[in-house]
T-cell receptor, first 113, second 109 residues
Framework: KAGVTQTPRYLIKTRGQQVTLSCSPI?????VSWYQQTPGQGLQFLFE???????NKGNFPGRFSGRQFSNSRSEMNVSTLELGDSALYLC????????????FGNGTRLTVT | GQQVMQIPQYQHVQEGEDFTTYCNSS?????IQWYKQRPGGHPVFLIQ?????EVKKQKRLTFQFGEAKKNSSLHITATQTTDVGTYFC?????????FGQGTRLTINP
């Protein structure tokens, strides 16, 4: 079974631009979550989508948004990029059952200059 | 909101020594999950504990869930260089998983 696939692996953007990250979950997984990982803040939860609906949301500003498609693939968008948005963005899929384990992708390394 | 604190933040040991990381939640958890992230890699699921007082073992790794379901620990016996990485706990409550800050383990061979 193929794992979670995230594209692109690396991205360099300028302040004020916007960016879209993509995530393809493991086949059969209906839940996709997004996390931001930085050295100082650890793994911060952004949001979770299940069956195309946002099921949970973390404490990030409205510049961070996401969506999920009918095939469970998900995209995350960050608008008006700030230097502090530089981070590793990890997508994780799971079956959707409560407490099911997360399967992470390799992440997208975003650098904002 | 729900917080999960993990200590220590860093731990350096000699190969062969034991290692323990602790996880504490401000609220009662429905479950706790543990993940390992190798340097340059992504978090990989290790195990899940659900029952109060539960203890599970995976070879040299022992996982415990406290009686009050507010704390957990991961203990590694006789560390090996392959144990290097960051260990995260993640507390589950109301369909949310909150990650601890992680404990970064480095080992002197």
């Amino acid at each position: 079974k193929a794992g979670v696939t995230q594209t692109p692996r690396y991205l360099i953007k300028t302040r004020g631009q916007q960016v879209t990250l993509s995530c393809s979950p493991i086949s059969g997984h209906r839940s996709v979550s997004w996390y931001q990982q930085t050295p100082g803040q650890g793994l911060q939860f952004l949001f979770e989508y299940f069956s195309e609906t946002q099921r949970n949301k973390g404490n990030f500003p409205g510049r961070f948004s996401g969506r999920q498609f009918s095939n469970s693939r998900s995209e995350m968008n960050v608008s008006t990029l700030e230097l502090g948005d530089s981070a590793l963005y990890l997508c994780a899929s799971r079956t959707g059952e409560i407490n099911s384990p997360l399967h992470f992708g390799n992440g997208t390394r975003l650098t904002v200059t | 909101g729900q917080q999960v604190m993990q200590i220590p933040q860093y731990q350096h040991v000699q190969e062969g020594e034991d290692f323990t990381t602790y996880c504490n939640s401000s609220t009662t958890l429905s479950n706790i999950q543990w993940y390992k992230q190798r340097p340059g890699g992504h978090p990989v699921f290790l195990i899940q504990l659900v029952k109060s007082g539960e203890v599970k073992k995976q070879k040299r790794l022992t996982f415990q869930f406290g009686e009050a379901k507010k704390n957990s620990s991961l203990h590694i016996t006789a560390t090996q260089t392959t144990d290097v990485g960051t260990y995260f706990c993640a507390g589950g409550r109301a369909q949310k998983l909150v990650f601890g800050q992680g404990t970064r383990l480095t080992i002197n061979p």
